[in-house]
Nanobody
């Protein structure tokens, strides 16, 4: 079993930065696909970024050049550095993990989820 706990959300102004953290426990997550998703009120959960166990990364178009996903295997933690935040980035951000899939942008491919952390960006 894997437990994921996100932190680092908050209320910021447009143009500010935040770094989200996702601490994994229960198993070593070095070989996991790790992803970040977000869900805004009234909208479906959407893919934001992911990193494969080999270090390949991918992002949804709206965050490319602004967000960076990274992983610290020694700390069993994955990060999402978010720069130049925009009001449309406002959402609950979720960390997700999967052991059996090399790459996925669909939420239903991930087996483990955190509880989410709220990010609110004011204009």
């Amino acid at each position: 079993q894997v437990q994921l706990v996100e932190s680092g959300g908050g209320l910021v102004q447009a143009g500010d930065s935040l770094r989200l953290s996702c601490a994994a426990s229960g198993r070593t997550f070095g070989n996991y696909l790790m992803g970040w998703f977000r869900q805004a009120p009234g909208k479906e959960r959407e893919f934001v970024a992911a990193e494969t166990w080999s270090g390949s990364t991918g992002y949804t178009d709206s965050v490319k050049g602004r967000f960076t996903i990274s992983r610290d295997k020694a700390k069993n933690t994955v990060y999402l550095q978010m720069n130049n935040l925009k009001p449309e980035d406002t959402a609950v951000y979720y960390c997700a993990a999967d052991l059996t899939t090399y790459w996925a942008t669909m939420a239903n491919k991930y087996d483990y989820w955190g509880q989410g952390t709220q990010v609110t960006v004011s204009s």
